[in-house]
């Protein structure tokens, strides 16, 4: 028989566990060729969430968990359910119901037909806000235009990895862990499906808007050195501006010959400046990713485990 395991992260989400369980279980009623089991990932939570899967695990042998020592984010979250999980096949989901368990016989039959990523593509329901809407469109096109990957817009972390997939994503050894771009970019054969994101059925999103800017950026140098690039061409511009107008200084100088051009003198030590440090910035993000990855530090900690 084979087996499916469902990686689900869960950071303060005591009000959903019993739900998703539940929503899981019925599925696999309906499969019975199949064996599941469901690996919860506490990553640190504050609430009762721990509480609820030792009791959980305890009154339902296909619910294992792994406690983190702390918060150490979603995308580590579902990379360790990955790492420890042995399924044929792994889905990894969301704790708060928004990622429909209906749609996991479909994605098991793409599965099955030979297809070793089924990814999922989130439609927005009309409920959602359109701040995020807008925001959640901005990011997929800013990195889809700077980055090497083609992340099509809602792309989202519920998805089904076949084993062989999880083993090379296993080795990668990257301290910054962005799962969309990684599945997009190993390639095998990938089916993509849609579906409307419902809503949160308890608690609050886990995403700030901080967190939000945090994972756009690790998104996009994660997979590209194109910002590297736009700070070379952004040089090789403005020298060449420059060249254009220096000529025009001297010309100047040597026809009326007081100095004059405070106001232009501030204007192009200010806005180089701004270009200066932005470049710094770009090249900053870049050193901090090989310092961090040089340190070699586990990009999570297991503080306990029931597996
Ligand atoms: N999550 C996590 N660690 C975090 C933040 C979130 O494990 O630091 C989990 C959370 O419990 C949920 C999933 O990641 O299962 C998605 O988070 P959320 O629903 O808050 O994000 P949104 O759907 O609002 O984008
Ligand atoms: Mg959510």
């Known amino acids: ?62 619910v294992r968990y792994i406690e983190f020592s702390r918060n150490f984010g979603h995308q580590y979250a579902v990379k360790a359910g990955l790492d420890l999980a042995d ?25 099955e037909e030979g297809y070793d990523i089924v990814y999922t593509i989130r439609k927005y329901p009309k409920s959602i806000s359109r701040f995020k809407r807008s925001t959640s469109d901005f990011f997929y096109r800013i990195l889809s235009k700077l980055s090497d990957v083609e992340l099509e817009k809602g792309s989202s972390d519920f998805r089904l990895l076949d084993a062989s997939v999880i083993d090379v994503i296993r080795d990668g050894t990257e301290s910054d862990v962005f799962l969309r771009g990684l599945v997009k970019w190993v390639g095998f054969r ?11 059925f308890a608690g609050e999103s886990k995403y700030s808007l901080g967190k939000m800017f945090r994972f756009a950026f690790t998104g996009i140098t ?51 400046g701004g270009v200066q440090l932005i ?18 530090r586990p990009n999570y900690i297991i503080r306990s485990k029931n597996l």
């Open 1 to 62: 028989m084979k087996k499916i395991s469902i990686v689900i992260p869960a950071y303060n989400e005591e009000g959903n566990l019993s739900e998703i369980r539940k929503a899981i279980d019925h599925v696999f009623h309906n499969l019975p060729n199949y064996k599941y089991e469901i690996i919860f990932v506490n990553d640190g939570s504050r609430d009762r969430t721990q509480v609820f899967l030792e009791e959980m695990s305890l009154s339902f042998p296909e």
């Open 87 to 111: 399924g044929n096949a792994v889905i990894s989901m969301d704790a708060d119901l928004q990622h429909p368990p209906a749609l996991i016989p479909e994605m098991i039959r793409k599965w």
């Open 190 to 200: 990938q089916y993509a499906i849609p579906f409307v994101a419902g809503e949160r």
């Open 222 to 272: 994660a997979f590209s050195v194109k910002p590297l690039y736009l700070a070379a061409y952004l040089g090789f511009f403005f020298s060449l501006v420059s060249l254009l107008y220096i000529p025009y200084v001297i010309y100047s100088f040597m026809n009326h010959s007081e100095i004059s051009g405070w106001a232009s003198l501030i204007m192009t030590v200010v806005f180089f």
């Open 279 to 296: 470049i710094l910035g770009i090249l900053g993000i870049y050193m901090g990713k090989i310092f961090k990855q040089i340190k070699g």
